[in-house]
């Protein structure tokens, strides 16, 4: 559908000369997206600068039944972010952090605000927000809000959902629900502001938020290990929880193929160990106290040596050598950049499970396309694997294409077998749709459409996503 002139004219001069732009040179970049999947169009880029007129914009788009969709800063994985027709509403103007309360350690601020930003301006105050994603130079906090985005650090302080106490949404309807208190205890009917989280833009525009900061711990201790196994993984997990508890921030598994793609794809990286071992772990402690006697570290990680949980390990001697072991893991997703097509499958399971669903989905996916690379790696501490399979190096990309299909459906088949989820952190986008349904009942499909229409009767906001 072509969007009327005249609802274009009204529409730029109720954003004024700074909140529009039409030059196809500067809206390019915001219609294709980090995957190269999606190609996008529009009749007009929005940039709001305040809630105001956020407000405005909605309700215009809402009186004339015009769609919009909601973009940060475009490193969504599931195409929810590009138009397909709807105007696009960028954040980027709504970029202020509006306040710092040191004691209640909280900040308020605008969605366009990026997590790097946010992460700045809390550190500049001697505290810390711990959402941490390799996307986080670009990724906003209205974008993370709005895919209940995880990362390294979900292990000690949760998802996005789990960061967030307050929120400010305009909804489908154009009105402001202002809900910024930044309170840790509000028993005061729903709580609605869950809803917008994770909602992928499907449910309004959220433009500022109140989230919460914390002590950055002084000690951080970080180290690579190698492994045989996926369970000794896990067991290496279990094993840490007990001496460390919730002090572990990052546990990341690492297979092979990563490292050795990661070393060739992206310039800059070292191996943290040799030879190499079928599976590594990245893993990170953050203290107040530096562990002593039989729990430090390296006391710690020589019995796992004994005992075989881990066949070699490093403990990062500075700060330089502790990033150059995060960067190798950051760096799992551009490495697979350059190998071919990449078939990505973002899942959870019980972490008790993990082990079982990377072998049996491994098997599944070598008995329809042998020769598949499988590269499953991931923040395996809350149970996330990103499960990709790689085009075989001698199969022609049309032959894997043909085979995705059956692939994914085999994989997921798996997931759902052992209780997991389709969608771990990436959310569903459009790209995930119609699994979506194989994964919800029927009472939940129900509930959840009726709360789209309860808040967007007309399907204005981001309408072809999730649904
Ligand atoms: C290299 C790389 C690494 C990544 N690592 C991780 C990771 O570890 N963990 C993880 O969870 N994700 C990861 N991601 C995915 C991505 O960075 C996150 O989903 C991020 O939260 C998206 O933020 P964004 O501002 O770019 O949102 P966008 O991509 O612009 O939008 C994403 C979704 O949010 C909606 N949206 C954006 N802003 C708003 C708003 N203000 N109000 C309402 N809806 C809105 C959009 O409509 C869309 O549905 C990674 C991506 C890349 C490219």
Same mark, same amino acid.
């Given at each position: 559908?072509?969007?009327?002139?005249?609802?274009?004219?009204?529409?730029?001069?109720?954003?004024?000369?700074?909140?529009?732009?039409?030059?196809?040179?500067?809206?390019?970049?915001?219609?294709? =997206?980090?995957?190269?999947?999606?190609?996008?169009?529009?009749?007009?880029?929005?940039?709001?600068?305040?809630?105001?007129?956020?407000?405005?914009?909605? /309700?215009?788009?809402?009186?004339?039944?015009?769609?919009?969709?909601?973009?940060?800063?475009?490193?969504?994985?599931?195409? #929810?972010?590009?138009?397909?027709? $709807?105007?696009?509403?960028?954040?980027?103007?709504?970029?202020?952090?509006?306040?710092?309360?040191? *004691?209640?350690?909280?900040?308020?601020? =605008?969605?366009?605000?990026?997590?790097?930003?946010?992460?700045?301006?809390?550190? @500049?105050?001697?505290?810390?927000?711990?959402? *941490?994603?390799?996307?986080?130079? +670009?990724?906003?906090?209205?974008?993370?809000? +709005?895919?209940?985005?995880?990362?390294? $650090?979900?292990?000690?302080?949760? %998802?996005?959902?789990?960061?967030?106490?307050?929120? =400010?949404?305009?909804?489908?309807?154009? $009105?402001?629900?202002?809900?910024?208190?930044?309170?840790?205890?509000? %028993?005061?009917?729903?709580?609605?502001?869950?809803?917008?989280?994770?909602?992928?833009?499907?449910?309004?525009?959220?433009?500022?938020?109140?989230?919460?900061?914390?002590?950055?711990?002084?000690?951080?201790?970080?180290?690579?290990?190698?492994?045989?196994?996926?369970?000794?993984?896990?067991?290496?997990?279990?094993?840490?929880?007990? /001496?460390?508890?919730?002090?572990? &921030?990052?546990?990341?598994?690492?297979?092979?193929?990563?490292?050795?793609? #990661?070393?060739?794809?992206?310039?800059? %990286?070292?191996?943290?160990?040799?030879? &190499?071992?079928?599976?590594?772990?990245?893993?990170?402690?953050?203290?107040?106290?530096?562990?002593?006697?039989?729990?430090?570290?390296?006391?710690?990680?020589?019995?796992?040596? !004994?005992?075989?949980?881990?066949? @070699?390990?490093?403990?990062?001697? +500075? @700060?330089? !050598?502790?990033?150059?072991?995060? /960067?190798?893991?950051? *760096?799992?997703?551009? #490495?697979?950049?350059?190998?071919?097509? #990449?078939?990505?499958?973002?899942?959870?399971?019980?972490? +008790?499970?993990?082990?079982?669903?990377?072998?049996?989905?491994?098997? $599944?996916?070598?008995?329809?396309?042998?020769? *598949?690379?499988?590269?499953?790696?991931?923040?395996?501490?809350?149970?996330?694997?990103?499960?990709?399979?790689?085009?075989?190096?001698?199969?022609?990309?049309?032959?894997?294409?043909?085979?995705?299909?059956?692939?994914?459906?085999?994989?997921?088949?798996?997931?759902?077998?052992?209780?997991?989820?389709?969608?771990?952190?990436?959310?569903?986008?459009?790209?995930?749709?119609?699994?979506? /349904?194989? !994964?919800?009942?029927?009472?939940?499909? !129900?509930?959840?459409?009726?709360?789209?229409?309860?808040?967007?009767?007309? %399907?204005?906001?981001?309408?072809?996503?999730?649904?």
């Amino acid at each position: 559908m072509t969007l009327a002139v005249k609802h274009i004219d009204a529409l730029k001069a109720l954003l004024g000369p700074k909140g529009h732009k039409t030059n196809p040179d500067d809206v390019a970049p915001h219609l294709h =997206e980090w995957r190269d999947r999606w190609q996008g169009h529009t009749p007009l880029l929005a940039m709001p600068g305040d809630t105001a007129q956020v407000g405005d914009l909605v /309700r215009y788009c809402a009186e004339h039944k015009i769609a919009i969709t909601p973009q940060g800063g475009n490193t969504g994985l599931v195409g #929810a972010q590009i138009p397909q027709g $709807e105007i696009l509403l960028l954040t980027s103007r709504l970029n202020k952090v509006r306040s710092l309360d040191a *004691s209640n350690a909280t900040m308020t601020v =605008e969605a366009g605000v990026t997590l790097a930003s946010a992460r700045a301006a809390a550190a @500049d105050a001697g505290l810390l927000f711990p959402l *941490s994603l390799a996307s986080e130079g +670009s990724a906003t906090m209205g974008g993370v809000l +709005s895919t209940n985005a995880g990362g390294m $650090e979900v292990l000690r302080y949760g %998802n996005a959902r789990d960061l967030a106490l307050g929120l =400010e949404v305009v909804t489908p309807r154009g $009105e402001m629900l202002d809900d910024l208190k930044g309170l840790r205890k509000d %028993n005061s009917g729903y709580d609605l502001k869950q809803v917008f989280i994770g909602a992928e833009g499907t449910l309004g525009v959220i433009t500022a938020a109140v989230v919460k900061l914390y002590p950055p711990p002084p000690f951080r201790l970080t180290a690579w290990c190698a492994l045989q196994t996926v369970d000794d993984a896990i067991a290496l997990l279990a094993h840490l929880r007990h /001496r460390y508890g919730d002090a572990i &921030s990052k546990f990341e598994l690492v297979p092979q193929i990563g490292v050795d793609y #990661a070393l060739k794809n992206v310039p800059g %990286n070292r191996a943290p160990l040799s030879p &190499s071992a079928p599976w590594h772990v990245l893993l990170e402690l953050g203290l107040f106290a530096p562990p002593g006697g039989d729990h430090t570290l390296e006391q710690v990680l020589a019995s796992a040596l !004994q005992n075989g949980r881990i066949t @070699d390990a490093a403990i990062a001697q +500075s @700060d330089t !050598q502790a990033m150059q072991f995060v /960067r190798m893991r950051e *760096s799992l997703s551009a #490495a697979q950049k350059g190998e071919g097509l #990449a078939l990505k499958h973002d899942i959870s399971v019980p972490v +008790s499970a993990i082990a079982k669903f990377i072998e049996t989905a491994s098997a $599944e996916v070598q008995s329809l396309m042998p020769a *598949s690379r499988i590269f499953a790696f991931g923040h395996v501490g809350d149970g996330n694997v990103h499960f990709d399979v790689l085009q075989p190096l001698q199969t022609k990309a049309h032959a894997f294409e043909t085979c995705a299909p059956h692939i994914t459906k085999a994989v997921y088949t798996t997931v759902l077998a052992l209780g997991g989820s389709i969608s771990a952190e990436h959310g569903i986008g459009v790209l995930k749709r119609t699994e979506l /349904r194989h !994964q919800k009942s029927k009472v939940q499909m !129900q509930a959840m459409r009726a709360i789209k229409t309860a808040f967007d009767p007309d %399907n204005i906001m981001n309408p072809r996503v999730l649904f």
